[in-house]
């Protein structure tokens, strides 16, 4: 905690003005398996995210004011070429394992403000949208983001009820939400520990809450959503009735939708309802979205991962890997 509090005052001082800034991940929130009490302990590097208006005008701030940051091949080529690396793969360009402020450790990744508010809504590449799904830090806030990614926590809300069963705990949600965004993630075959989702949410179980109990209290599941207190032992009970799997099912991002359509081979002259329709029949809409889900999210991972390489320069790329 004293880290990020020191990171927030200095992160002006040091990088270009950015519209919406985040932290997440272990170095921000405390996972099962990392000792943080003892002092020698190496902790986690903080992960962040800079969305930027203008990337390239950033980049070239930043190139000046922190060239080093940079693999020495980018560093070369320009901002106009770092950005179209940017744009390839998820759409963010990370910079891992910069040294700052006494050997304080983050990994920086610059989106697009633009394109992190369509990530949000449409799941385009569910790459940073995805890891919103966890708690995070907001370091500067941006009501466009705001607004967005409560588009996105409730897609994450409804998607995990189609794949619960009508009862169930609040940790059970919790870790079917934590888990979407890995459903295909080349990291979880590369060593990544298995149990990663469930250390996620057994240290954050309070956070989990404060981000997604208020969206469970809205008007738009008072009619299928019973809630036990927060914190509570009780089980949420869901009336899974065929009208209320096809609401949730026609609200899907749109991203997944097409998938899904090309993935099935539906013909453009059926309707999204009457497919969705006739896959709640045969109980198959849990199966297809984890198909869906899982190659797109395969996707964006790895050209992510090859991306690494370039970004980071393969010194780095090995050591974070």
Known sequence: KKQLEELIKIIPEIFPEMRYTMAYGSGVFQQAGYDYSSPSSKLPMIDLVFAV???ISWHSVNLKNNRKHYSKMLAFAGPENIVKVQEMGAGIYYNPLVSIHDGLMIKY?????????????????????????????????????????????????????????????????YTTIAKLSYIGDVRMKMGENPKKVQNIVSKNR???SKLYYPI????????????????SSGLFVVDETPEMKLNILMKLPSTIKSIIRQQQSIPPSTTDEDFFSEMIQKNQQKQVITTALSSHISSYSSAQTIKGFFTAGVVKSVHYA
């Open 53 to 55: 208006d203008d990337p």
């Open 216 to 231: 469970l209290q809205m008007n738009r599941y008072n009619n299928i959503l019973h809630l036990p207190p927060s914190g």
């Open 109 to 173: 990744g610059v989106i697009a403000h633009k394109a992190l508010c369509h990530d949000l809504v449409h799941w385009d590449t569910l790459y940073v949208s995805g890891r919103m799904h966890k708690p995070v830090v907001t370091i500067k806030q941006d009501e466009e983001v705001t607004e967005s990614n409560q588009l996105n926590l409730q897609h994450a809300i409804d998607i995990s009820m189609l794949f619960l069963p009508p009862q169930f705990s609040e940790n059970d949600l």
């Open 206 to 208: 309070e956070d989990f």
